[in-house]
């Protein structure tokens, strides 16, 4: 019976998967190739031509990350959002508009899975649902994921994709920084492993919060990772800001980012970590 179910859940993953494929674009926004549909998603998404990594789906990334029939969703349903945003304008219409374009519930997708064999527990922003941006049904989905890892002793990986807060839920919106952070914390004391990947973007309250407190912290080429947008930045300090500034590139040089991991071997890299790590890096 668990065969049969697992088994319709890697066909779901597929649909969906199929799904995104076909709402991407062949055309470069870096380099302005017009490229062969077919060619970049035979490259995952990633130009032929410059390496431009094109932002993708979370069901599209599981598909591309975990082993065939491993994919299990957790805590598919969203929260209830708090009485506050429901009275911001137009913010359950943005909501409903989002759910209906992306088919998802909410801007993160929490699963389990296996990885070249070792299971794990993974979540994934989708920066398609209002940015990938955080509120309160975000960070408790996230924070579920660590602590259902934290629980069954899995290694965590989290991918961020993210504007930051959501500006609509207010100060519960910024909370989720303290909650999800409160709960690596307590995942960290167990002595588990959590791996951090950062795409582009990856800014505000998601990377003040849980994207940087990874025990490794990975990122796609180009990524961009900050707090405040260089734009920000340059107007605030009234100073023209170095070439590739907040890049992943940028990030390695100075220390915040551990590896710049281009997506065909990113499933290669996170088998490895995962290996290594797996009872002390016995093999």
Do not use: W
Request: positive net charge; glycine residues 10%; charged residues 20%.
């Amino acid at each position: 019976m668990n065969r049969i179910f697992a088994q319709r859940r890697a066909r779901l993953l597929a649909m969906k998967a199929l799904r995104e494929h076909r709402e991407s674009t062949a055309a470069c926004p870096q380099c302005g190739a017009n490229n062969d549909r077919k060619a970049v998603a035979q490259a995952l998404y990633v130009c032929p031509q410059c390496g431009y990594h094109f932002p993708i789906g979370a069901y599209y990334r599981l598909s591309t990350l975990l082993d065939s029939g491993s994919f299990r969703e957790l805590f598919e349903r969203s929260e209830k959002l708090p009485q506050t945003a429901r009275t911001f304008p137009g913010y359950l219409e943005k909501l409903d508009r989002a759910r209906r374009q992306t088919g998802l519930a909410e801007a993160v997708v929490a699963a389990t899975g296996a990885i070249d064999g070792y299971k794990c527990t993974i979540g994934i922003l989708d920066s398609r649902f209002m940015m990938g941006s955080m509120g309160t049904a975000v960070g408790e989905k996230i924070t579920a994921a660590i602590e259902y890892a934290g629980k069954n002793r899995l290694p965590l990986i989290l991918f961020s994709a993210s504007g930051g807060a959501r500006m609509q839920e207010g100060i519960l919106s910024l909370m989720q920084m303290a909650k999800t952070s409160a709960a690596l914390a307590r995942f960290s004391q167990k002595g588990l492993l959590y791996l951090s990947v950062l795409t582009n973007p990856t800014t505000g309250g998601v990377t003040a919060s849980f994207a940087s407190l990874g025990d490794i912290i990975l990122a796609e080429p180009g990524a961009l990772i900050g707090f405040a947008g260089p734009r920000v930045i340059q107007q605030t300090i009234g100073e023209t800001l170095p070439e590739g500034f907040q890049r992943a590139e940028y990030q390695q040089e100075h220390g915040f980012v551990d590896a710049v991991v281009p997506r065909s071997q990113l499933r290669e890299t996170l088998a490895q970590l995962l290996r290594l790590h797996e009872k002390g890096g016995s093999t």
